[in-house]
């Protein structure tokens, strides 16, 4: 089934193709479900300002030195970053980059085949009118086998589509779906404003107050902006792998992170709306999307279509993001064993089920533990890693012959920020992380950021 010859790396049909396909990925439930509840519990506006510079002066970095990285040594994430470091006259060792992002996307698979499941469970309650009967919304998600039946279910239509490969599978679903999605965004987000409480959304969205601020703003910015970029989980870089070699990588990786921030904007102003329309907490956290809204969409007129609707845009979001995060690991296994693509896709579909499957037995597990080890931990590791990578290991000539199409200020803006900017920054922002995990905040309440 796989569409390129044994011994050739498979390319994108065209540059369109690409930025759909990576658009697909950026834009899932990071936006519709992480983005919210993120904002709700940190405060608000001022987080959603930290979030904006996080994704312009971290995220956007580390995601061309990722796609030019994936370009220049046309492999997977492991095999590039030690290609590349061996080019330099550098250690094979440096492929640890590679290995921890891979870890990490590997990671936020297994809990987010769960998430998606609800979504799509939630979907198709809605669509047969259960947001308005008591406890309607969980009509087709009571139970643990029901819930392990959606998340299984979810994995498997991944996995059907990475193991089409890229042109086949990947390609042809983003081009089909993404669309799709901005225009039921757009809708929904028009009629919420339209029925629910739009000037509190955009004064609580927009109006700064800094009083909320803490370390833990900059922690739990920092991981969203790297969750929702796609950064740090060796995605990027293998979708970069697949790239020609006269693509702009500065303007695509500009499109790319714009894309996704102004649909996590947008998508608040779909969701805050409803949520200030009755009251509800805005801090209900993780499950904001599941408990907050369908109550909303009981009291709605046609709240049950629109209901069915959302979950539906969420569940299209989370698919282009799903077979990304897939596709990382699969482009390792199949470049580096003898098993072809459909084999690697279904053997890691199934270990990636396995663990997420402890999440639907302990939301500690799935919900607190892996969201806090993908999210303030291996994301800024790896990011951290990837910026030390472009901006110390390899040689400044080798960034620039890659970024080529790069005007001289944004490629200087480029390599400042990867080399002084984000090693610095991450590396105490992820301090401050492990010191709330571990220390109880004693370190962050010291320097005044508690
Ligand atoms: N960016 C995706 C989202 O917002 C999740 C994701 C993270 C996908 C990392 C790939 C890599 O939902």
């Given at each position: ?65 990722e796609?030019?990285i994936g ?6 994430a492991?095999?590039s ?17 590679g ?135 060796a995605?990027m870089i293998t979708?970069g792998s ?209």
């Amino acid at each position: 089934m796989a569409a390129t010859p044994a011994g050739q790396h498979a390319h994108w049909s065209s540059r369109f193709a690409f930025i759909l396909a990576a658009v697909g990925s950026a834009v899932g439930l990071g936006n519709l479900w992480r983005f919210p509840f993120q904002t709700g519990d940190n405060g608000g506006s001022a987080f959603v300002l930290i979030y904006i510079g996080c994704v312009a002066l971290f995220a956007l970095p580390v995601l061309m030195a990722e796609i030019a990285i994936g370009r220049h040594a046309q492999q997977s994430a492991i095999s590039s970053t030690r290609k590349m470091a061996q080019e330099a006259g550098k250690s094979a060792n440096w492929a640890i980059v590679g290995w921890v992002c891979t870890a990490g996307g590997f990671l936020i698979l297994t809990t987010y085949s769960v998430i998606a499941g609800q979504v799509m469970a939630y979907s198709a309650s809605g669509f047969v009118g259960g947001f308005s009967q008591p406890d309607g919304a969980n009509l087709f998600y009571q139970g643990e086998f029901t819930q392990l039946a959606w998340h299984a279910g979810f994995m498997i239509i991944t996995v059907l589509i990475v193991a089409r490969g890229l042109k086949g599978g990947i390609e042809q679903v983003a081009t089909i779906l993404m669309p799709l999605f901005f225009v039921m965004l757009i809708g929904l987000t028009i009629y919420s404003l339209a029925t629910g409480a739009a000037s509190e959304a955009i004064a609580y969205l927009f109006t700064p107050d800094f009083s909320a601020v803490t370390g833990q703003t900059f922690v739990a910015a920092l991981g969203q902006a790297f969750f929702s970029v796609s950064v740090a989980s060796a995605i990027m870089i293998t979708y970069g792998s697949y790239l020609s070699k006269d693509t702009n990588i500065g303007s695509s990786a500009i499109m790319i992170a714009s894309a996704d921030t102004l649909v996590a904007l947008i998508a608040g102003l779909m969701i805050f709306p409803i949520v200030f329309m009755v009251g509800i907490d805005p801090a209900a956290g993780l499950g904001l999307i599941f408990t907050a809204l369908p109550a909303v969409f009981a009291d709605m007129p046609a709240g049950n279509i629109i209901g069915g609707a959302f979950f539906a845009l969420a569940f299209i979001a989370a698919i282009t993001s799903s077979i990304s995060l897939l596709e990382g690991t699969v482009a390792f296994l199949e470049e580096n064993t003898s098993f072809s693509r459909p084999t690697a896709a279904w053997l890691l579909g199934f270990f990636a089920f396995m663990i997420g499957a402890g999440a639907v037995w302990s939301s500690d597990f799935g919900g607190l533990f892996v969201d806090w080890l993908s999210g303030s931990f291996l994301l800024p590791l790896g990011g951290l890693l990837v910026a030390v990578f472009a901006g110390w290991v390899i040689p400044r000539s080798l960034m620039r012959d890659e970024l080529s199409h790069a005007s001289n200020g944004l490629f200087a803006f480029f390599h400042f920020c990867v080399k002084y900017i984000v090693p610095p920054a991450i590396g105490f922002i992820l301090l401050l992380g492990l010191d709330a995990k571990f220390n109880g905040g004693a370190f962050g309440s010291m320097l005044g950021l508690g």
